[in-house]
Every structure is written in C-alpha cells, then in structure tokens.
C-alpha cells in the first residue's frame, strides 16, 4: 500500500499541502520520497510536473523507495498496487520495480504509437489491485488509472488555479474538487507539444474548466461471459460437484498469492508471528478464507480475527438494556453489554468455535474491538472527510465498521476466558471477504431478481453489481482501511477466480430453483452462495455453511446510530 500525489502546471512546481501529506503518509509510513520534472517547449512554454510518493513496504527486501526514476529516461513511475502475475509469470520480489523497468522497456520505442501500445498491453496484463501513474518522459505521456476492478484509490482534480490537474488517493479536507478515477480504463495525456496544451478542447479533461490537455481513455479488456443462463446439463451442485471443487482450486491459489512471504514491519523482525489478519464477522465469506488459509500457512502461524462491534446508543435504548454511553467495557463483558449483544459478535464467536474444532493446532486469536458510541462521534468527521467524495449514511456506517476494524485495537486471549488484555493487531495485511456476494448471488435483491425475472434478471443484477464495485465500495474502503498503514486484499476478487464465476453457468453458483434433494441431510441452506455454502461444508465449517446472509452495517451495528428514520441513500449533512 502507498500513496500517491502527482500534479501537472503550466506556472509552477505544485505540491501536496501539509493536510494532503499527512494523509498520505499514513498510508504509506515506511518512506516518502519526492520527484521534479518539466517539459521545455520550443516557445519557451513550460509544464512541470510534480510526483510525491509514500510507501507501505508488503513485499521484496528492504523498503522500495518511491517515485522510482529512471537516470537514462528521465521516466518517473509511482506505484499503489500489488502485482501478483504479469501475463501468466508470478511477480516475485518488488514488484513495483519490476513492472517499473518493464515499463522503461516499453517505452522505449522512438515510435510514440509503439511505445503506447507497449505500454497499454503491459499494464493490462497485470493481475493485482493497483493504482499507477507513468510520465514516459521520452515521448511527454502520462498515464494513470486504477485497476479494472478499481480496488486502489485514485482521485483527481483538474479545477485549481495553478495546476492542470491533480492526481491522489486521497482527497484533502474541505475541498470538494476532488473526483474519483474511474476504473474503467487508463488515462493518457499527451503533452507532445505546445499546441496540446493551447489549442485542444477543454473537455479533454474530465470535467476541465481551466486547462486544454490532449487527453485519450484506453478501455481496458473486461471478462464478457457468453454463457448461457443455465448449464446444457442438468444442474447439480452437490459437495463434489465440479464447481464446488473449482472454488476451492481458485481461492486456495488466490489466497497462496496474497498470503505469502508478506515483510515485517520495520523494527519488529522476530518481534510477531502475525503477519496477517482476517475482518471477521463470523459470516461465511472471511469464515472460509480463515478455513483454507490454514491449509497453506504453518501450523505456528498465529493468525488474528478481527471482529468490530458498536455500542449503538438505538439499538440499546430500544433493547433498554444499561449501558452508558463511553463507559469502559474493556476488562469484563457481561453476556448482556452492547457489544456481545451485536449480531456479528455472535455469529464471529460462534465460527471462531468451530475453527478451532476442525483446526486445533492453529492458535485463532479473536480480536475483539468495542467501539463506544463517543469513540465513534469521536472519529466521525475524520470518517467523512476520508470516504469522499462518497457521502450517504450508508457509506458512513460501512466505511465506520472497516475503520475501526482495520485499526486493530480491541481485546484479545488466546483462550476464550471473560478476562481480556488490551491488544493492538501488528498485522498490516488484512483479508476481506468482498466480492463472494457480488459473484455469487449473496445479496437479497438477487433473490428478488431470480422471483420476478428469473435467470435473465438475476444475471442482469449479477453483472450489475461487479461492474460497480470499484465505484460504489473498493475506493472508499481502500482510503478507510489504508488510513491506519494497512492493506486489505481481497481474494475473491483474484481476477483467474472472477473470470472463472463470470464464465461458469448460474445454477452451478447459485441455488436458485435447485432442489433441496441434491443437498446433504438435514442442511438448510440460502440458495445465494450455494456453491461456497458447499465448499464451507465439505471443509468441516458446517455450521458456517448454513450462515444467513447480513450486511455488515447491521452485523455491527453501525446503522442508523442516531435514528431508525434515516435513509441508507441520504446524503450526509
């Protein structure tokens, strides 16, 4: 994880202001560095270019310094990502570095066509969550974007008086300039010559007032399912059913990936045996992810199992249950206080005793972070400022639960006794479960779909709700969780997994319309997530398997804390 601030101007060199530093600092506390440059034309015009980045240092020796340069190019590269394969070859070490030189490489076509294509087809053959910006100096291009899928941060803004435009993760407090990158494709500007810069439209840029930029997208190339609604078979997802087997083969590759050789922090070597912890509700999504990720972590591997839960100042006085508001709970916790009582408290007790059943020599420590209602009132302006430009109650209540969550600081044991000791986390890579819902038909209005259109409308909602993640949760929730200098990965978001259950026929995912007969005994089951429902079971987590499927705003109880009335949809005031 790191941060990234770049801005191009045709007066003068442009940096970060002192807000906007800090907050990418904490994304990235291991290293900050700093790079100039400046296109000279013929008529004595100008346009500088200013690159800061931080570094969150996850992979390779040592801590890479960022922006990386090139002395021959003069090219200047900062990279927020993890690339797990190039093509089809795995990315070992620093990757960033790699794909910096392949880039140099790339670029270097005296053709500016050339190097473009180069340069497109190396960047979409990354697998990985990333955000980029590349200033090919040989040629005068810029580019930048996010992913496919959009699971780095990446905002700009192109209305200042002193710059062209300006690109970050983050967005500075009290300016509301700032728009998300879309993750629909890579960005280039062409800064060839002088006359791109005077004689283009100013719609070039995206939403530009001010400027004239010669500016291109490149779409990137998405996975099109061409297959059918349902299989030329009958369809029968059972516990050894071929898709049920495949699951397991992508995520237990997804998660090989983004599970090993992860750096410990500077000045703690030997210090933790955590390298890694899982946002844990309990549910069946991250339920799973802890299953397989003990078959491929070793046995003395502790692993930590975040789990979140709000004192909801509502939910207490409806329950009228005695709990002050800000009142330390953080020794003792009666069965009856706020946080025990919060649906994902159970249910993350509740799995964690079944993990421990079907994997007893893994030490599982449950990780239980308490949020009193002043704490939260506390932070809440902190959490709207880092959420923008998103702005409804339910972003604030999601972005609340992974906020918390994702700081780590809570109570732990590695027995399940009453008494408990402070604990922060030293984990900075955290495994989420996003994107099982998105694949797999897990929300209620896919089951909505399914009664009133059958497989084309459930279809229809599916391909909705993947091609708006990285607008509606994964730059928000990146700029939340990275606050703290952590970095969420998301293994069911693999793209080899994603292509895989775009491709694979609906019935053999979902348990819409499937008989119960073709179902263990005695297993009562939702039909969305069937085929995960499947894969939880046959891993022992029967129990899991049989989840019900709750949003985590409500698990947690981050809704509707002031007042039952309150819209998901409302903007905040």
């Known amino acids: 994880m790191c941060g990234i601030y770049v801005s191009l101007s045709d007066q003068t060199y442009c940096e970060p202001t002192s807000n906007l530093s800090k907050l990418i600092c904490r994304r990235g506390p291991d290293y900050i560095g700093h790079e100039k440059t400046q296109i000279q034309y013929v008529n004595r015009s100008q346009i500088y270019i200013s690159f800061t980045s931080t570094v969150l240092g996850l992979r390779g020796e040592g801590i890479s310094q960022q922006p990386f340069r090139s002395e021959k190019s003069g090219s200047i590269f900062c990279w927020n990502g993890e690339a797990w394969k190039i093509g089809t070859d795995c990315v070992e070490g620093n990757d960033g570095q790699i794909i910096f030189e392949k880039l140099i490489k790339a670029s270097s076509f005296e053709n500016n066509s050339d190097a473009t294509a180069a340069v497109l087809k190396l960047l979409k053959s990354i697998s990985g969550p990333f955000a980029f910006v590349f200033f090919d100096n040989f040629h005068n291009q810029l580019y930048y974007g996010r992913d496919r899928l959009g699971r780095r941060s990446l905002l700009y803004k192109d209305e200042n008086k002193k710059a062209i435009l300006e690109l970050c993760s983050i967005s500075d407090q009290n300016d509301d300039r700032w728009i998300e990158v879309e993750p629909d494709c890579i960005y280039q500007i062409s800064m060839v010559d002088e006359t791109n810069l005077t004689q283009s439209e100013p719609s070039d840029l995206p939403n530009s007032t001010n400027t004239s930029t010669q500016f291109q997208k490149q779409k990137w190339k998405y996975c099109e399912t061409s297959s059918p ?64 990720v003990h078959d491929i972590l070793p046995s003395n591997q502790e692993i930590d199992l975040l789990n979140v839960a709000f004192e909801n100042p509502r939910v207490v006085q409806a329950t009228r249950r005695t709990s002050v508001p800000g009142k330390d709970h953080h020794m003792i916790f009666p069965e009856d206080s706020p946080f025990e009582l919060c649906p994902d408290r159970k249910t993350g007790r509740r799995s964690l005793k079944e993990l421990k059943e079907v994997c007893p020599r893994r030490t599982w420590r449950f990780v239980a972070i308490n949020v009193p209602y002043s704490e939260y009132l506390a932070h809440k302006q902190n959490l709207i400022d880092l959420i923008y430009p998103h702005n409804t109650e339910m972003d604030l209540s999601i972005a609340s639960a992974l906020y918390f969550a994702s ?64 607008k509606r949760n994964l730059g928000r929730d990146d700029r939340v969780i990275s606050h703290w200098g952590k970095e969420a990965r998301y293994p069911f978001l693999d793209e080899a997994l994603v292509k895989w259950a775009i491709e694979s026929p609906i019935p053999e995912k979902c348990g819409f319309g499937i008989s119960k007969n073709f179902m263990p005994t005695n297993f009562e089951f939702e039909p969305g997530k069937l085929v995960l429902r499947l894969l939880s079971y046959k891993l022992g987590m029967i129990s899991t398997a049989m989840e019900k499927k709750r949003a985590i705003q409500f698990g947690a109880r981050t809704a509707k804390m002031e007042t039952s009335k309150v819209k998901g949809s409302t903007p905040l005031s």
């Not at 997804?254 to 210090?271: D, H, M, N, Q, V």
């Not at 109570?411 to 099982?436: C, D, F, H, N």
């Not at 797999?440 to 779909?449: D, K, N, Q, T, W």
């Open 407 to 470: 700081r780590g600081n809570g109570l732990a044991a590695v027995e399940p006794i009453k008494i408990l000791k402070p604990y922060v986390t030293p984990a900075r890579v955290l495994l989420s479960g996003l994107g099982a819902d998105e694949l797999f038909g897990g929300y209620s209005r896919h089951s909505l779909a399914f009664r009133r259109s059958g497989f084309p409308g459930l279809l229809y909602e599916l391909e909705l709700d993947l091609n708006r993640l990285g």
């Open 229 to 292: 609604y349902v299989s030329s078979i009958s369809p029968s997802l059972s516990l050894d059913a071929k898709s049920t087997q495949s699951l397991y083969y992508f995520l237990e590759k997804s998660l090989r990936l983004r599970t090993s050789k992860i750096s410990i922090p500077p000045g703690t070597e030997g210090a933790s045996n955590t390298p890694l912890a899982i946002l844990f509700s309990g549910g069946l999504d991250c339920t799973v992810l802890a299953r397989i």
